[in-house]
């Protein structure tokens, strides 16, 4: 859970007690005492595109936020799946929605937020008010008042109505007709209709926040808005796992937060050279391998390899060990498709059954750090620059091994028209699957004996040498490689490559979880909930500091551990728990400090 780690600091100054936060991780303070929570859900809005689009009544929201950009939900990218983490706290795994036809939900045991309110507090006023229907015919339960609408306009009104005419403690609203354009037009922020639907669902958030803060006692109710959305999109739709798709945005408002924003931090790796290829008659062999590099049809194995070109003639093989004149030809390749250059795929077959997983753009001129892991009875997962792109299921696949060799640079042949006219600084290939987590710690770092499968590395040729046609084979079978057809051009500045860590910033399931936390609503453990607060409040008394004893509280967590350190007392009672008793000393700057893991 070290996902959400932050620092809750309660100081004492010359006996003078406030709380201040220091946020490291994704958590804000909010002030003691609960409130009331509006939650905007904008189906299919992505992060990019928002940013980019005129939305003032949005934007102004930020001034007072915990938010992040870089927030991520799960594939498959499904609205059922989205708004089913959303609301519920909890993953698919648990809640069992993959798609939108919500076959056999687990909503009994993973039930949506508001029905967990409601249990806890039935003197809750909640509302429900959506344009995509399913969300109160299937994923609510227990809600006050639930409304559907065909328009966005229509669950505005009623928006404004309940706010204007009613006391509600939560307030959920869904505005569906962006998806509704990126289906018809492209999920991009290139795309006019698109950026239009972002800024016209913007002025109805307006009206919903113009009839808010005119209540008249707003000023007392201590209102947190949230505004998210179920998933992003590319041109062609949604649903797959490309992190376009699972890019997503979390805004977490309230008039007393100092504005914090959680961004993903970059990874730089330094690559001191790279081996050239001209494009025309140039390729890599591993020499004497022996069966090394044939998995058979049971094998589990993972490929990576950094690679950096502009402009390719076809589909040229990056790393393969097959024929590529057809896709159903035993063996893979790491390629582009034939159809578009810009982008990268992977291709597995048995001479019969083919997978084919494509990635993302990679034709920029920048350093990219592609992988492929192999689970010969589960998924075929692709990832670019640590990131997951793409996967299939690949257990139709049978037997691989076509009898040619392991090439960098060609297919198996060595005899494919189209070669590679870029570059390629590293090859590494395993005999395991490498987990997610793996993939995204290594993918911009020099693999050592500190790597969590070191035992599995079957080659690792560095491409550091900066000179000659041999490739030293860094893993413990040392097996050189050799440049094969023109002499060798190195680039001995080849740069550096940059790489994204998303561990620390928001998932969808946080949203139900922050609502309820603000709603003064502590998690049960047997809830089993996967999210976490981006607030919390930290409880304590308001008085004079020095040489007094005071217990600080924040709500339960569920299985999280609570890690206290103080600074200017010591601990008495509530190590490990969400309330902690502390002696502080005599007069000077004290403070409490709350990490979760």
Not at 44 to 56: E, I, Y
Not at 215 to 229: C, D, K, Q
Request: with cysteine.
């Amino acid at each position: 859970m070290n996902r959400v780690s932050g620092k809750f600091i309660a100081k004492c100054f010359y006996c003078f007690f406030f709380c201040l936060i220091i946020i490291s991780g994704s958590v804000c303070l909010q002030a003691q005492g609960t409130g009331k929570v509006l939650i905007l859900g904008i189906d299919g809005c992505r992060q990019d595109a928002l940013q980019q689009a005129n939305a003032p009544n949005t934007d102004q929201l930020l001034t007072h936020a915990v938010y992040s950009f870089d927030a991520l939900t799960h594939q498959p990218t499904w609205s059922g799946t989205g708004w089913s983490s959303m609301l519920t706290g909890v993953w698919e795994n648990k809640h069992n929605v993959y798609n939108n036809s919500f076959l056999s939900p687990n909503y009994a045991q993973y039930p949506h937020f508001i029905a967990r309110a409601e249990t806890v507090n039935p003197a809750l006023h909640t509302a429900s008010v959506v344009h995509w229907g399913p969300i109160n015919s299937t994923i609510n339960t227990l809600c006050d008042e639930e409304y559907t609408y065909a328009t966005d306009l229509e669950v505005t009104n009623k928006a404004v109505e309940l706010l204007n005419n009613t006391d509600p403690d939560v307030l959920f609203v869904d505005f569906d007709d962006v998806d509704h354009a990126g289906h018809l037009y492209g999920f991009h922020p290139s795309v006019p209709e698109y950026i239009n639907s972002i800024e016209v669902t913007d002025a109805y958030i307006g009206n919903i926040l113009t009839a808010l803060y005119n209540r008249p006692s707003y000023a007392n109710e201590n209102w947190l808005v949230l505004v998210s959305t179920d998933h992003g999109g590319t041109m062609s739709g949604h649903g797959g796992p490309s992190l376009e798709e699972r890019n997503i945005f979390v805004i977490a408002s309230n008039q007393q937060f100092t504005p914090r924003q959680i961004a993903k931090t970059p990874v730089t790796q330094s690559i001191p050279a790279a081996l050239l290829f001209n494009g025309t008659n140039q390729y890599v062999t591993p020499q004497n391998p022996g069966n090394l590099f044939e998995f058979g049809s049971s094998q589990d194995f993972s490929v990576e390899i950094k690679v950096k070109y502009t402009t390719l003639a076809g589909d040229a093989a990056f790393i393969s060990n097959k024929d590529w004149d057809s896709g159903a030809n035993a063996g893979f390749v790491i390629s582009t498709p034939a159809s578009d250059q810009t982008k990268w795929k992977v291709n597995i077959a048995d001479g019969t059954n083919r997978i084919d997983v494509t990635g993302s753009t990679i034709n920029d001129g920048n350093w990219h750090h592609l992988t492929a892991t192999f689970d010969r009875n589960g998924l075929l997962n692709i990832y670019q620059d640590g990131q997951l792109a793409g996967q299939a299921v690949m257990s139709s696949v049978g037997n691989i091994n076509s009898g040619l060799p392991l090439t960098i640079a060609q297919d198996g042949t060595h005899a494919y028209p189209f070669w590679f006219n870029g570059a390629i600084a590293e090859v590494r290939v395993w005999n395991t699957v490498l987990a997610p987590e793996t993939v995204a710690a290594w993918a911009c770092a020099t693999v050592n004996n500190t790597h969590p499968n070191y035992a599995n590395l079957l080659a690792y040729w560095q491409m550091t040498e900066g000179s000659g046609a041999t490739l030293a084979d860094a893993s413990a079978n040392a097996i050189t490689a050799v440049l094969q057809g023109s002499d060798p051009v190195w680039n001995t500045a080849a740069g550096a490559q940059t790489c994204y860590d998303y561990s620390q910033t928001p998932r969808i399931v946080d949203v139900a979880c922050t609502a309820l936390t603000h709603l003064g609503i502590g998690f049960l453990p047997e809830w089993q909930l996967d999210g976490h607060s981006l607030t919390l409040p930290l409880g304590g008394p308001g008085l004079s500091c020095a040489g007094t004893v005071q217990t600080y509280i924040v709500p339960p967590q569920g299985n999280c551990s609570y890690n206290w350190t103080v600074n200017g007392g010591s601990i008495l009672t509530g190590q490990g728990t969400n309330t902690v008793t502390v002696q502080w000393n005599s007069p000077a700057t004290g403070e409490v400090l709350l990490q979760l893991e």
